[in-house]
T-cell receptor, first 114, second 112 residues
Framework: KQEVTQIPAALSVPEGENLVLNCSFTDSAIYNLQWFRQDPGKGLTSLLLIQSSQREQTSGRLNASLDKSSGRSTLYIAASQPGDSATYLCAARIPQGGSEKLVFGKGTKLTVNP | KAGVTQTPRYLIKTRGQQVTLSCSPISGHRSVSWYQQTPGQGLQFLFEYFSETQRNKGNFPGRFSGRQFSNSRSEMNVSTLELGDSALYLC???????????FGQGTRLTVV
């Protein structure tokens, strides 16, 4: 059974700091890994998608890496801003019963202090 | 391009009632999935539809059901509501297998 873990559960940093969020998964048989951002009471906003054959993806100040062999992914946020404050979720898309589903971690709540 | 639209945004129901939630996927997307989010359990997979067929189902009781229409719009139904069904219900659409998932804003269901 695929399990996805995110550490730490919460993180507080001063504005301008570079930071890394961690995501680990137990089964390397994944289609892809996706990072999301969720603001309080809102839906999920897709940040980056890494296919299983890729090692990393970049979008602006965000960089996500994937190491299937070790079951790890990281989300790097450069020069953090107060607007980056949110909960960050990673999800592994896995095959199941001829179809697929996303298995989510519990998220890392990030607070960037001005 | 319009995103995933979920209606209603908020809903308050009484125990024992039933509820229907709606999801309109991004135009051209044929896969629609539903997830339940609670503070204790996080995000859990409910079911997935592709071209009007349920392809996958999570570990939820039979009170939770869904369907997908020919225009890819999907509905989720919960019968005999329980207090524990209070949650944010999220819908995601994708073009196909192994592709990026895009989520709606969710429907906040409160059962009293």
């Amino acid at each position: 059974k695929q399990e996805v873990t995110q550490i730490p559960a919460a993180l507080s940093v001063p504005e301008g700091e570079n930071l890394v969020l961690n995501c680990s998964f137990t089964d390397s048989a994944i289609y892809n890994l996706q990072w999301f951002r969720q603001d309080p009471g809102k839906g999920l906003t897709s940040l980056l998608l890494i296919q299983s054959s890729q090692r990393e993806q970049t979008s602006g100040r965000l960089n996500a890496s994937l190491d299937k062999s070790s079951g790890r992914s990281t989300l790097y946020i450069a020069a953090s801003q107060p607007g980056d404050s949110a909960t960050y979720l990673c999800a592994a898309r896995i095959p199941q019963g001829g179809s697929e589903k996303l298995v989510f971690g519990k998220g890392t709540k990030l607070t960037v202090n001005p | 391009k319009a995103g995933v639209t979920q209606t209603p945004r908020y809903l308050i129901k009484t125990r024992g009632q039933q509820v229907t939630l709606s999801c309109s996927p991004i135009s051209g997307h044929r896969s629609v999935s539903w997830y339940q989010q609670t503070p204790g359990q996080g995000l859990q997979f409910l079911f997935e539809y592709f071209s009007e067929t349920q392809r996958n189902k999570g570990n939820f009781p039979g009170r939770f059901s869904g369907r997908q229409f020919s225009n890819s719009r999907s509905e989720m139904n919960v019968s005999t509501l329980e207090l524990g069904d209070s949650a944010l219900y999220l819908c995601a659409s994708s073009p196909g297998i192994g592709t990026e998932a895009f989520f709606g804003q969710g429907t906040r269901l409160t059962v009293v």
